[in-house]
């Protein structure tokens, strides 16, 4: 394995933090999801890395003001966010489609009270992230997969069942992962062509998860939903994204909802008013509009790591598991491994934490079929990394069956 390019190896020495006894849920949350602290945090989907300078500069001057009273979101946010999305993707978006939340997963659960009522069924393609599913069934809906097939060409959506299934039950609202997590697949134009030409013919509104879209990592660019649907499909889309997962700012509580139809929007604007002030963080506001203005070469720099490690990886399962498979990792930093070859389903969780020592997400919370998967977060210390894959590699070239 190359080592790690100079100007690389000198980003992740200047902005790699030490994140444990800081509260962080990764590193101090071991306990209370695994039962132990011993493990090393191969998990949840943030990284070690400090924060874009620009964005500590600007939270830094905001904090000396010494005052936190009620805020308006200025016209500059719009501005910086507007401007990184067309930039970077080609995307255009007019600043009256904007609505906010405090994260997009809490965004998740508005869209399904919004779009739904309890007992209707709600689409998702499995295995998908599992708030998703959380979302679905803490509201009282119901789970409806068209599960994602996993062909010799990767994995794809199943178009054929989701015609049949929208066909057969009424399903008012998907909700669509775009990158994937966790497969990683970053999808094609003609794919959302084919997917949307599908769903507004069956008026299905489509809630797309657009979190990841800036981790490109591999493959074909981004493709936005915005950039796809037209007529019937964009009268029935929402976008949601946040600058949380592209610069690590989770916690700093700012995300979008981005509504391009006037009357959709006036009936999610009718909507949320009833359950809740749309408030979000002022100091999440300030992160964002700071990160979308000078973050670029900061993110560039982050999926540099990402690629070295997802290399570390696929040469260590070659060389010591060959019989391991990786989905192919086109967007997110999230690997999705299937150890199904070397391990039964059924000692997945005593091999991973028992034999390895590793704290991971399992592919039973995506899906039930894909029990045999563990999901690696590649956004960290590439020695981090390689002591993972060290970990992995050694215990699966031992018989495990």
């Known amino acids: 394995m190359e080592e790690l390019p100079a100007d690389v190896a000198a980003f992740v020495e200047t902005h790699l933090v030490d994140r444990r006894n800081s509260n962080a849920v990764k590193w101090d949350g071991l306990a209370g999801e695994f ?25 830094t001057a905001r904090i000396q003001e010494g005052t936190f009273g009620y ?20 995307v255009t978006v007019q600043p009256e489609w904007m609505r ?40 009282g809906r119901k789970v409806v997969s068209v599960d994602l097939q996993l062909t010799a060409d990767g ?16 399903i008012k609202a ?9 497969v990683g697949r970053v999808w094609t134009r003609e794919e959302l062509e084919r997917l949307f030409a599908i769903t507004s013919h069956h008026d299905v509104t489509v809630v797309s998860d657009e979190i990841h879209g800036d981790l490109e990592v591999s493959g074909p660019k981004f493709t936005s939903a915005l950039q796809v649907a037209e ?24 995300s979008h909802i981005i509504i391009p139809d006037e009357k959709l929007r006036t009936a999610y604007d ?35 790591v990402v690629r070295y490690n997802y290399q570390q990886l696929l040469t260590g399962l070659k ?11 086109q967007g997110t930093y999230l690997a999705y491994v299937d150890i199904g070859a070397y391990v039964a389903p059924a000692k997945i969780k005593s091999f991973v934490e028992d034999v390895c020592g590793l704290a991971v997400d399992y592919g039973a919370w995506f899906s039930p079929k894909t029990a045999t998967y563990i999901r690696l977060n590649l956004a960290s210390d590439p020695k981090l990394v390689a002591e993972a894959i060290q970990r992995l590699t050694e215990h699966l070239a031992q018989p495990q069956l």
């Open 270 to 304: 009718d909507f949320i008013k009833q359950l809740h002030p749309v408030d979000t963080s002022l100091l999440g506001q300030v992160a964002g509009e700071a990160a979308y203005r000078h973050g670029g070469a900061w993110l560039d720099k982050v999926l540099q």
């Open 100 to 139: 906010f939340g405090v994260g997009v997963v809490k965004s998740l659960y508005a869209m399904v009270n919004w779009l739904t009522e309890p007992g209707d069924p709600v689409l998702i393609m499995q295995p998908v992230y599992y708030p998703f599913m959380n979302a679905i069934k803490d509201l």
């Open 35 to 59: 039962g132990r602290t011993d493990l090393l945090p191969m998990w949840i989907a943030d990284t070690e890395f400090k924060a874009p300078q620009a964005v500590i500069d600007a939270l």
């Open 231 to 254: 007529g019937p499909a964009r009268s029935r889309l929402v976008v949601l994204n946040a600058p949380s997962k592209t610069f690590n700012l989770a916690a700093l509580l700012n």
């Open 71 to 90: 805020s308006i979101r200025p016209q500059s946010y719009y501005d910086a966010f507007i401007d990184w999305e067309k930039t970077r993707h080609g």
């Open 319 to 329: 060389q010591s598991a060959p019989k391991a498979t990786v989905a192919d990792l």
């Open 174 to 182: 998907m909700i669509f992962c775009s990158p994937h997590n966790p």
């Open 155 to 170: 994995w794809r959506i199943d178009f054929d069942q989701l015609e049949k299934t929208l066909a057969m039950q009424n």
